[in-house]
């Protein structure tokens, strides 16, 4: 394997932060403001995501997106309940047992769906068999979406609206894991409202770090319940920063002037470019559709070893199935080089 390092694409998460974002800390980090949250630029946030969500929200600022999700959980779901999810989320694969550890004690209850997505049967028939009232089992209390999903493919809003209900008619309330809410957003092409509230979600963790800034994210309440206490729960998990306006500095930019929506069409439009290149050569398989921006992709181990050795860097997933993530600054050119190489290779192959 060659010492020339080209790109990554393991992840979204190798990326930087936008020139944006940047800009903003710095000017953030001149004189001084109130700390934990009572600052202006922690204040415009909250307005910015009023507006963009088209209602009276309450948000709440944290560094991490398993801070988000398993606090976000924790207001939802009391000790003796039980979370259902994909069995490929986020929350039940990579988080450490950290919303098990918020939550004093929940159950994830993981479910499977093609295409990292959850159906409206699938809950429908686990919910039959979940003992609801039985003292001995865990209570259903919360259902837990991923947009984007871990397989890069997108909820729209009628599926999560269906889903919602058959959650709400259990007496459960909805989280969306929105890690990648932005990319979901961008392909949508729909109002944020149209696919969360609108379509039942309770609360939403809103990725920023991947989309672009350095480590901000937010948990978005649109039922007002379960906010009321959160802000004791983010103090005791350590997540009330006390210079909180670097947090909300990355956010004020990237909300500001849908720069987070441009960001997020960027890398959806390089994951595109790199799926339709690598779709076109013999042997390759895309395993899903390409809805934001993940390409999971089988190719001939050639090709694969090849690109390795070319000085390109991408997840091997399982077997000969591959994943590659785009981000915000992933250069296009580096995208065409990148197919180019496949191309030789997969013709000497």
Not at 98 to 127: F, I, N, Q, W, Y
Not at 242 to 254: C, P, V, Y
Request: aromatic content about 8%; glycine content about 8%.
């Amino acid at each position: 394997m060659t010492n020339t390092f080209i790109h990554d694409f393991r992840s979204d998460n190798v990326a930087g932060a936008a020139p944006e974002v940047v800009n903003a800390l710095a000017a953030a980090a001149i004189g001084s403001a109130d700390p934990y949250g009572q600052d202006p630029l922690t204040a415009s946030v909250t307005r910015r995501l009023c507006d963009l969500f088209e209602a009276e929200v309450t948000v709440f600022p944290v560094a991490t997106g398993t801070a988000a999700n398993a606090l976000a959980l924790s207001a939802l779901v009391p000790p003796y309940g039980a979370v259902y999810c994909h069995q490929e989320s986020h929350i039940h694969v990579d988080e450490c047992g950290a919303p098990e550890m918020a939550t004093g004690g929940a159950k994830l209850v993981p479910l499977a769906g093609e295409g990292g997505k959850l159906t409206p049967a699938a809950l429908t028939a686990a919910l039959a068999g979940a003992g609801i009232g039985v003292v001995h089992r865990v209570q259903p209390a919360a259902l837990s979406l991923t947009q984007a999903t871990e397989a890069g493919t997108v909820y729209r809003p009628q599926e999560v609206a269906a889903l919602s209900d058959v959650a709400h008619a259990h007496g459960m309330a909805v989280h969306m894991d929105g890690a990648r809410f932005a990319n979901a957003v961008a392909r949508l092409g729909c109002a944020p409202a149209e696919v969360t509230w609108k379509a039942g979600v309770d609360v939403l963790s809103l990725g920023g770090t991947k989309g672009g800034c350095l480590a901000a994210e937010a948990v978005v309440f649109f039922n007002p319940a379960p906010a009321e206490d959160f802000g004791f729960r983010r103090k005791r998990a350590g997540h009330l920063v006390s210079k909180g306006r670097f947090l909300s500095a990355q956010l004020d930019a990237w909300l500001a002037d849908d720069l987070w929506l441009r960001l997020a069409r960027h890398a959806n439009a390089m994951a595109d470019r790199l799926s339709q290149g690598l779709a076109a050569l013999p042997g390759a398989e895309l395993a899903y559709p390409v809805e934001a921006n993940e390409v999971f992709v089988r190719l001939p181990a050639a090709v694969a070893d090849g690109l390795e050795a070319a000085g390109y860097r991408f997840y091997r997933w399982e077997g000969d199935l591959l994943r590659l993530v785009t981000a915000f600054d992933t250069p296009q050119a580096i995208v065409n080089s990148f197919l180019k190489i496949a191309k030789d290779l997969s013709e000497k192959a």
